[in-house]
């Protein structure tokens, strides 16, 4: 929006200047100095024009812009709130303070200067993708699909409407769809490297997709953003000893109440500190009860979320880590570009998206042998490193409520359940789960996830599983809850869990587990269809893992036949998670850290020209 106001300024829109010598000049050197994102100065810059000139809404409408690029949202606001007030035709401070009052929470009042926008300059396509995504994130998923669907009939091409539809998309479960989007960015776009880079992550969320297509999105990703940026021999101040302690770091944006921390902090807190120094580089904001815990257990813990990635990669070069391990992959706010400079001898790959990165520049992939079997070598670009029993190592919260008696047994049917996201809830899935429902009469679903708290997506699910004939009665749908032990507590109301496919459940089948309620799992060829399979083999109940779609509905009639075997299985299943390797916190680091010592070993014996 910066050079729409600027072209407002250059056509003489703003009030009559004094002089040529004073008022240009200081105007042209305030735009610059907001050109050249020299904030503060040009926040100095404008005001001082205020000075001479406070009902300048051009000014006004330049000054609010760039303390919304400061983060300032809520002077932002006011500022913005005055040039609307002396210029209310103006579409793109219009936006610019729609902006800021979304940045502050102010959905319903941002939504409304939008629609003003969209009146006054119908074209306005940055405004109908800001007003679809508030849409999207207040509930009103058909106001969403109406301002994408606006956007682009003005413009069929638009890279940015194709990405955010697609971003909606994936989160109504539709990742197929979503995938679509992407691609039509990209054409627009080719250099679009946020579309690129969520086509490679919601590709391994399409149903029968197959290893070798998401591979070859990876490395098209990784050969466009990736590898440009690599160093063809980077040079390392790391001394070459194998048996000395060593420093590992940890990069990730979700060092919070995140599920990747319900899997990393045991890791973190049982590192052995005689070998190994511990670095957690926090590159997101959010600040909050599981962070702060973070905090203690690590070393050096490292907030920087504002810094480039050329500067983190100097700062973790600077500190002299020796392992370098990234728990974010293509996922959201990831920094897989520092890892592209090499700023560590050895990089790795771990948990936060369980499939190759398609990047030469991390060296190896932590996995298993469930999830990567024996050839599926072919599919990473990274070496494979298989810990001996599982992936995940979980830690579930300490407010875990008791374990109930099978709901069935007093409720007189089966009641299914899913506490998974939306997104991984495609129609394949829902067509499953309505093919249980059909072959267990009576039986009931009990779907709970943050999204069911609007009314639309309630309804939209609804009529999904209607075109399969099942009843909106036969239905439970219940949004998110704050209080984790109150959101685990409806585990009790549920009998047998039911896993997506392909996208499988992680946290949510430890958690049913954890709660006594057996998880059916459909294992398919790709890592994230092989997630739950992991599970369920290291915690010793590879009796739930199927192969087919009728072996899965045929599992689920099976359990529900028979309550008794049911009951006594529920009430074993808690102890059998925790005495499993799914929550042995000590052996599993001690694997890992195996691990991290064979790849130290083998860079120190790597002859230096051979350095990649």
């Known amino acids: 929006m910066l050079m729409r106001l600027l072209r407002r300024l250059v056509a003489g829109d703003a009030p009559l200047r004094r002089t040529v010598s004073d008022d240009v000049v200081a105007r042209e050197r305030a735009v610059k100095l907001h050109r050249d994102g020299r904030l503060s100065e040009a926040e100095t810059a404008y005001r001082t024009i205020l000075a001479q000139t406070p009902d300048d809404a051009v000014i006004l409408g330049l000054l609010g812009h760039c303390l919304t690029a400061q983060g300032r949202h809520d002077v932002a606001v006011a500022v913005l709130s005055r040039a609307v007030a002396l210029d209310s035709n103006s579409a793109e401070t219009l936006f610019n303070l729609a902006s800021a009052l979304k940045a502050t929470g102010a959905n319903a009042r941002a939504l409304g200067y939008l629609q003003q926008a969209i009146q006054v300059t119908p074209g306005f396509i940055e405004a109908h993708i800001m007003a679809a995504e508030i849409s999207r994130l207040t509930g009103d998923y058909d106001g969403a699909d109406e301002h994408f669907c606006a956007a682009l009939l003005i413009n069929p091409n638009h890279a940015e409407a194709h990405y955010n539809f697609g971003i909606h998309l994936y989160n109504l479960g539709n990742p197929r769809e979503a995938v679509d989007c992407f691609r039509r960015a990209l054409e627009s776009k080719p250099e679009f490297a946020l579309a690129h880079g969520n086509l490679v992550a919601v590709s391994s969320a399409v149903p029968g997709y197959k290893a070798a297509d998401i591979f070859r999105e990876q490395k098209q990703w990784a050969r466009m953003f990736a590898d440009p940026l690599t160093p063809s021999a980077p040079q390392y101040r790391n001394v070459p000893e194998e048996s000395r302690r060593l420093r590992v770091g940890y990069v990730s944006p979700d060092f919070w109440k995140h599920p990747v921390s319900n899997f990393f902090e045991p890791v973190l807190e049982r590192h052995d500190r005689g070998e190994f120094d511990v670095y957690c580089y926090d590159t997101g904001r959010v600040d909050d009860d599981i962070n702060r815990r973070l905090r ?317």
């Open 296 to 612: 203690t257990l690590a070393d050096v813990w490292i907030d920087c979320a504002a810094l480039s990635d050329d500067d983190l990669a100097r700062r973790i070069g600077d500190d002299r880590i020796d392992i370098l391990v990234d728990l974010s992959a293509h996922t959201k706010n990831n920094r897989l570009a520092v890892f592209a400079r090499r700023p560590a001898p050895v990089q790795v790959s771990y948990l936060g998206y369980p499939t190759s990165t398609g990047m030469a520049a991390i060296d190896y992939r932590i996995s298993d042998p469930v999830l990567d079997p024996d050839g599926a070598e072919t599919f990473s670009v990274e070496r494979v490193a298989r810990l001996p029993h599982t992936y995940f190592c979980f830690r579930p919260p300490p407010e875990l409520p008791a374990v109930g008696p099978l709901s069935a047994l007093a409720a007189g049917y089966v009641t299914f359940g899913s506490f998974n996201n939306m997104t991984k809830l495609n129609a394949e899935t829902i067509e499953r789960w309505s093919a249980v429902l059909s072959a267990v009469p009576g039986s009931k679903l009990f779907v709970k996830t943050k999204s069911l708290e609007h009314v639309q997506m309630r309804k939209r699910l609804t009529e999904a599983f209607a075109g399969h004939g099942i009843a909106g009665s036969r239905l439970v749908l219940r949004g998110w809850e704050a209080e984790t032990r109150h959101h685990l507590d409806h585990y009790n109301e549920v009998d047998i869990a039911l896993d997506p496919a392909p996208y499988n459940g992680v946290t949510t089948t430890c958690e049913a587990l954890l709660m006594g309620v057996p998880v059916v799992v459909l294992r398919g060829d790709t890592h994230l269809s092989r997630m739950g399979a992991s599970l369920l083999r290291a915690a010793g109940l590879p009796q739930l893992i199927v192969e087919t779609p009728k072996e899965y509905v045929e599992k689920c009639v099976s359990l529900a036949d028979d309550l008794a075997a049911l009951a006594a299985l529920r009430s074993q299943l808690r102890e059998r998670m925790q005495t499993s390797a799914v929550m042995d916190e000590a052996g599993f680091t001690r694997a890992l850290e195996r691990e991290y010592r064979t790849m130290w070993q083998t860079w120190c014996r790597r002859p230096p020209q051979t350095e990649r």
